[in-house]
């Protein structure tokens, strides 16, 4: 409505739902959802029926994405566990954090996986095109056929699992929350959840319920019925007084003070000096990394991986 841009809008996705993106000048568009953000992610605040005054001054391209898929050669891959981290980051940094955290974790676990065998196939995905709104993982579960979709018994999603200020968020399968996407959770989910739970309790680690709303490439397996489970460190919320007192860190700072910005890098350059050396009280950090929080959730993303691979029969029959 009066845009004379390009308007993309990613409806469907659970938790997206009326998400907008702009592409060129969106001058004049009555917005008709809650939120509205430019193609870069930022919140441009508007309610429904507002009516938006920006230019967004850039020109669209057009890019070849791809996922990288690996899967182990022994196992039943009638019921496949899959796990998976996005690989590209937002244009305005590395996202060494969002997602470099959850991919090289993920690496790891599968150049380990050579000396154990599981009793279910292990699939591995780096996908593409997070960012850009579940693009890689939406393609991907696109393409299976009903066969297909049956014989993967899970997926555990890892996007952010080393937050400088970080909490241990534990995506919440049960609900319990109330924070789950719209429609249906798969059964099967809870139990993914309670095995991260026994994974940080063998730890001595505190950990929480975070939000299983679809915000990343987990949202197309649920939408199938895939049960699925995953852990977050958190983003740009802000950690609370408790969970200061739980995990150490900054109360009232965002769990990612460089969440999709430029130094969510190794260096550490760009970064609110005086924040991060508050951070550094009672962390390690290598530039945007928490490297107890990598450590501890690297660990914990083999656990789930090979423990639900044993017996994945907990939670998919
Ligand atoms: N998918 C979000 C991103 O990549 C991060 C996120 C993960 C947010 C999980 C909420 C829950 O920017
Ligand atoms: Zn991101
Ligand atoms: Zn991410
Ligand atoms: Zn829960």
Same mark, same amino acid.
Request: with cysteine; hydrophobic share 40%.
């Given at each position: ?40 992610? %930022? ?35 009638? $019921? ?18 969002? $997602? ?47 066969? %297909? ?15 400088? $200020? ?5 995506? &919440? ?15 099967? @989910?809870?139990?993914?959840? &309670? ?6 309790? @063998? ?12 915000? @990343? ?13 995953? +852990? ?10 408790? %969970? ?40 390690? +950090? ?29 939670? $998919?029959?």
């Amino acid at each position: 409505a009066g845009a004379a841009g390009v308007i993309i809008m990613n409806e469907g996705q659970p938790g997206r739902t009326g998400l907008i993106n702009m592409i060129g000048d969106a001058t004049g568009l009555t917005v008709p959802a809650v939120f509205v953000t430019s193609a870069a992610g %930022e919140n441009l605040a508007a309610t429904p029926g507002a009516t938006v005054t920006v230019k967004v001054d850039f020109t669209a391209e057009t890019r070849e994405a791809y996922n990288v898929i690996a899967e182990t050669t022994s196992g039943n891959s009638a $019921n496949t566990v899959m796990a998976g981290a996005h690989l590209d980051s937002v244009q305005d940094g590395a996202g060494i954090n969002d $997602n470099g955290s959850g991919s090289a974790a993920l690496l790891e676990t599968a150049i380990q996986m050579k000396k154990v065998k599981t009793n279910s196939a292990v699939r591995f995905a780096w996908w593409g095109a997070e960012e850009e709104g579940l693009l890689g993982s939406e393609h991907y579960v696109g393409e299976l056929t009903d066969d %297909e979709i049956a014989q993967i018994a899970l997926y555990l999603n890892f996007d952010m699992i080393a937050s400088p $200020n970080y909490m241990f968020g534990i995506y &919440d399968g049960d609900n319990s929350s109330g924070t789950a996407a719209p429609g249906f959770i798969p059964p099967g @989910s809870a139990e993914i959840e &309670d095995v991260f739970e026994a994974f940080y309790d @063998s730890r001595g680690e505190p950990y929480q319920d975070t939000e299983f709303s679809g915000r @990343s490439d987990y949202g197309p397996f649920i939408a199938v019925g895939i049960p699925a489970g995953g +852990l977050f460190t958190g983003a740009e919320g802000v950690k609370t007084a408790d %969970e200061a007192a739980l995990y150490g860190g900054v109360p009232g700072a965002a769990y990612d003070p460089c969440y999709h910005a430029f130094c969510d890098n190794l260096r550490g350059d760009g970064q609110n000096v005086a924040l991060y050396n508050q951070l550094r009280a009672d962390y390690e +950090l290598v530039g945007n990394i928490n490297v107890h929080a990598l450590d501890v959730n690297a660990d914990a993303l083999a656990a789930a991986v090979i423990t639900l691979a044993t017996d994945s029969s907990t939670v $998919n029959g």
